[in-house]
């Protein structure tokens, strides 16, 4: 057990350990089904990197299993067994001598016969239909250790009961209703009903899961970067369902349905992609839509041929002979005329007053465009467009767009047509196009009802449909916005990313950068951005580009990832329960993921998962062979510590179900190994709340160590923290090396942080930010090396939050006049404190004391208030034995109030006694303060100036303050290591000096002071 402050190393000493530990001795763990009982799964060990293979066999030997019966030899058997009983019949038969028995006999064997091949047939195709409901069921690699270069160090901070010990999933319910929309492979979305229907109605099944022998194709989310990926499903389940699915609509317009379990992939604000349940998902969060559909060719059309379907999609009609077109606009008329006979078809065409009614009559050409896709009397653009080339795609959309499209001046497109608007998304990505989906009133024919429409704004798109397009009217909108912009890219649409203003304050502020460091690009967007929940792409990047010549804070680098991602987000709008009574659908799918409605969704199959494959390995499971670290230990539950600690005697633990209401809480596994070290980790405090039982046995079978927060100056120690300089700017990469006075600036900031004389802190994540906000100035200044001048710089601007909160505080009380540094008072003192504990930073307290006579004769009272009052207390306490002694008087017959002005929480006052002391004599005695002295020390009954800590930080503040004289307790002397430029420092050892130095002593008031100094003598 490690215990020590934050920052020592103590996760380093757990990861250097398992870097000691054998790797040879590491296995592989699998779950395996128990056929006698599914609820207790068998645990299988074998040596690292066997598991992967053991599973993939099994998996080639199911499917095998499966689709490698042996049917000519099933049938030649059953012909044997048919042939054998005909042969015995005939000898049957032959044995007759009546010719009538004879025919009997010859008409009850043909009936035999049959019977038996009717009986066989019937017995073959039950045999075959369950041989394809059987589930490829396997082992399930619960731990894989195939590829680690070292035993395991898993760090198990703040894990749950599930995640520390292991847990048992609940069997999942996660559909989708049949009408919702996946995509094939070349990005044509089609209803999920129309995929697994036909198969259920193949294998004359209505329900449960089938596992296909030939997968699936359906695009998922890419594990890399979200873009489009095909995936194979497997399996496929459908199941009725009534009863309440979520419904859960987004700003660009996408609706999708799932039943409350079905989980979709969400963006949390640090940049991670994340599957949440549809009934835990909230109004606000942002769902992942893939971008970049793949662009195939896998047969690529003639130009021609795909805009006139474009055209027919656009204005035509398809009867069962021929397709028509009805038109008024002469570019259309002269449009439609040109494609058909480019196709080497004849146009027919005939006018009705304004109207002109163009025909192909050709039942050929229209059978073909049945074959591609397209259908009579209907819409729907066909799947073979998908396959085509980008230049294809843009050819048929620009087209269209010119037919049936709107176009404004603003560079925006519109598309209204209720068929084709699920195809028109999908095949806009294909080119790079991002559309969002609205709905308006209908101000035409169907006035007053909702219209959906696409809209859609893009430069390059723009640009290139001007060059295109035949539209006169769209042309001239275009002419319009191309020349407003004037060639810089420009869209009226922004992506969105959910990243706020309120997560880029924690990271300047965790970097110390003020606001006047920061790039004022920064501040400009805050300022002029309506609401501080979203930033765009282009907003993003510019604050990404800004903070880093500051910072390399780690959550910077996973927001400039976001903000150059190929992902893109849409914001939920709306969630509500809607009533569903039908079939639900899933697939299971070898990314685990797959695209609805162009959301990227979670799966896991449906009902039916064996219990084997529901079981997850904790962290005590997964540090077998190397070291489980937990840090504050104990913050974990009583029966969680527990655990552990039966883990660590056993050296195994099965893993069961930790949810009481989940089907897992029925399965418990045969016990998994756990044979690990293990480093806890915490503070003093830590101590206290641990358990009994575990702590007796880490006394009893380990170490308690109480690690050093600093170590002795030595040449040796201060070569090995050059060394930790060098480490650190090698594991950064991005910063210039030191030089050898700037690696030397680091090692005296080390022995200041250390706060004692021949020391060096060990705090070396703080010094790891110092080294790494120096790298970044000097790479900001162009500088080839870190120097002593960029080390003294990070030290101001790599300020911690207590140093910003002490810096702010002077300041403030020295413009209202709280903080005096000049002239002399009574009762007024300027103590010393530090705020952040012993190593934070230097704060200047101001004390104020008064006394009065007591309201009741003999019965005064200390009068002082919040966390210092209990010091002021103490300290006045031991001021009243000194007071009797140099007076022969009693302080009980005074009230005494003192006040500590406007003191911020955290600060610690341990160290102000002297100053409380000092301004309780000033108040008694009548004799003022000099204001430009601050003091700091503690006191001893006996009237002696012990020592305290903190003292540079509290030097320094004084320094910032303006004090000239500084007082500190004489045993501190030596820890003294800042520049005292520009300040007296004076040691003392009692009381006597203190107020010696403090107080602007009257000639008459000599006689106290003496007093006094023969007072603490004695």
Request: glycine share 8%; aromatic share 8%; with cysteine.
């Amino acid at each position: 057990m490690l215990i020590g402050e934050p920052g020592t190393g103590k996760s380093l000493i757990g990861q250097a350990l398992a870097e000691l530990l054998p790797k040879e001795k590491l296995v592989d763990v699998l779950c395996l089904p128990n056929p006698k009982n599914e609820n207790n799964p068998k645990i299988k060990t074998v040596p690292a990197g066997m598991g992967k293979k053991i599973v993939e066999q099994s998996k080639l030997k199911a499917l095998a299993s499966v689709s490698s019966t042996n049917n000519w030899l099933f049938i030649l058997i059953i012909f044997l067994v048919i042939f054998t009983a005909s042969t015995v019949l005939d000898w049957i038969i032959g044995k007759e001598t009546s010719d009538i028995l004879k025919a009997a006999d010859r008409i009850s064997g043909t009936m035999f016969l049959i019977t038996m091949f009717i009986g066989a047939f019937i017995f073959y195709s039950l045999y075959k239909f369950q041989m394809q409901r059987r589930k490829i069921v396997g082992p399930k690699l619960l731990i894989d250790n195939s590829e680690l270069t070292h035993a395991p160090f898993v760090d198990a901070t703040g894990l749950h009961e599930g995640a520390l010990l292991g847990d048992v999933l609940h069997d999942p319910f996660q559909c989708i209703p049949g009408d919702e929309l996946v995509h094939l492979p070349n990005g044509a979305p089609v209803k999920i009903k129309e995929i697994i229907d036909p198969l259920f109605e193949n294998r004359n099944k209505k329900e449960g899961e089938l596992v296909l022998k030939k997968p699936i194709e359906v695009l998922g989310g890419s594990d890399n970067d979200y873009g489009y990926t095909t995936t194979s499903a497997n399996k496929v389940f459908r199941r009725f369902f009534d009863g309440n699915l979520i419904e859960i609509k987004t700003r660009r317009g996408i609706t999708i349905r799932v039943t409350p379990n079905h989980p979709l992939a969400i963006l949390n604000e640090f940049g991670n992609i994340v599957y949440v349940r549809a009934d835990k998902i909230s109004k606000g969060m942002f769902t992942i839509l893939p971008k970049k559909y793949p662009i195939t060719a896998n047969k690529v059309e003639n130009k021609d041929f795909i805009r006139l379907i474009a055209d027919i999609l656009a204005d035509g009609h398809i009867s069962k002979r021929s397709v028509s077109f009805k038109l008024r606009k002469k570019y259309k008329i002269d449009l439609i005329i040109e494609d058909i006979k480019k196709n080497n078809l004849k146009p027919k065409i005939n006018r009705y007053g304004k109207d002109v009614v163009i025909s192909i009559n050709s039942s050929a050409f229209v059978k073909k465009l049945i074959s591609i896709g397209l259908y009579k009397g209907g819409k729907r653009i066909p799947p073979m467009l998908f396959d085509q080339p980008k230049e294809l795609i843009l050819e048929f959309l620009i087209r269209y767009i010119s037919l049936d499209g709107y176009v404004g001046s603003q560079g925006q497109f519109e598309l209204i047509s209720k068929e084709l608007i699920p195809y028109f998304i999908p095949l806009l990505l294909k080119v790079g196009v991002i559309a969002n989906l609205r709905c308006r009133k209908d101000p035409g024919f169907g006035k007053g009802k909702l219209q959906q429409r696409i809209i859609f704004s893009n430069h390059d798109f723009a640009k290139r449909y001007y060059v295109l397009t035949k539209n006169p009217t769209h042309r001239k909108n275009l002419q319009m916005y191309l020349s407003k912009v004037k060639g810089t890219p420009h869209s009226s649409y922004h992506d969105l990313i959910p990243i706020s203003f309120n997560l880029l304050e924690k990271i300047r502020n965790r970097a110390g950068l003020s606001k006047s460091k920061v790039h004022k690009e920064y501040f400009a967007l805050r300022n002029g951005l309506s609401s501080s929940k979203s930033l765009t792409r282009y907003m993003l990047s510019k604050v990404v580009d800004s903070f880093k010549a500051y910072t390399n804070c780690p959550d910077l680098f996973k927001i400039e990832r976001i903000s150059h991602g190929t992902y893109s987000y849409d914001e939920i709008l709306s969630i509500k329960r809607v009533k569903y009574k039908g079939y639900v659908y899933n697939f299971t799918t070898d990314t685990g993921n797959y695209v609805v409605n162009n959301v990227l969704t979670h799966n896991t199959g449906g009902l039916g998962t064996p219990a084997h494959e529901r079981v997850v390995a904790g962290a005590i499971h997964k540090a077998n062979g190397g070291v489980l670290f937990i840090d504050e230990i104990a913050t974990l539950k009583p029966e969680m510590q527990v655990a552990i600690l039966t883990a660590m005697q056993e050296k195994k633990m099965p893993i069961t179900g930790r949810s009481e209401r989940s089907a897992g809480a029925m399965v418990k596994t045969e016990p998994v190994p756990t044979d690990f070290v293990l480093v806890a980790a915490g503070n003093l405090e830590t101590i206290k709340h641990m358990h009994p039982a575990l702590r007796s046995r880490i006394r009893g079978s380990g170490y308690e160590v109480y690690m050093n927060d600093k170590i002795k100056d030595t040449p040796e120690n201060v070569k090995k923290f050059a060394r930790f300089v060098a480490q650190e700017v090698k594991k950064d990469g991005k910063i210039p090396h030191f030089t050898k006075k700037a690696v030397l600036e680091v090692i005296k900031e080390a022995r200041r942080r250390a706060g004692r004389k021949g020391y060096l802190s060990l705090r070396l994540r703080d010094l790891g930010g110092l080294i790494r906000v120096a790298g970044d100035i000097a790479k900001e200044e162009g500088s080839k090396y870190v120097t002593e001048k960029h080390v003294i710089k990070a030290k101001k601007k790599a300020g911690t939050l207590e140093q910003q909160i002490a810096e702010r505080y002077t300041a403030e009380k020295k413009e209202y006049q709280i903080i005096k540094v000049k002239g002399a008072e009574i009762g007024r003192v300027n103590g010393l404190a530090v705020i952040g504990g012993e190593y934070g930073s230097g704060i200047l307290l101001p004390i104020e004391a008064a006394v009065v006579p007591a309201m009741e004769k003999g019965k005064g009272k200390i009068l002082a208030t919040g966390k210092l009052g209990e010091i002021a207390k103490e300290a006045i306490t031991n001021v009243s034995a000194i007071f009797k002694k140099y007076s022969g008087k009693s302080l009980s017959g005074f009230d005494i109030h003192i006040q500590f002005l406007q003191t911020y929480e955290g600060i610690e006052g341990d160290s102000a006694s002297i100053s409380v002391a000092t301004a309780v004599i000033s108040a008694l005695e009548k004799i003022p303060v000099k204001q430009d002295v601050a003091m700091t020390g503690s006191l001893s009954i006996r009237g002696e100036v012990l020592p305290i800590g903190g003292v540079n930080s509290k030097i320094e503040a004084a320094k910032e303050a303006g004090i000239k004289t500084v007082i500190i307790p004489k045993s501190n002397e030596k820890d003294v290591l800042v520049d005292l430029k520009g300040i007296k420092l004076i040691a003392v050892e009692n009381i006597a000096e203190v107020l010696e130095h403090a107080l602007k002593w009257p000639k008459g008031k000599k006689k106290v002071l003496n007093k006094i100094k023969k007072a603490i003598s004695r």
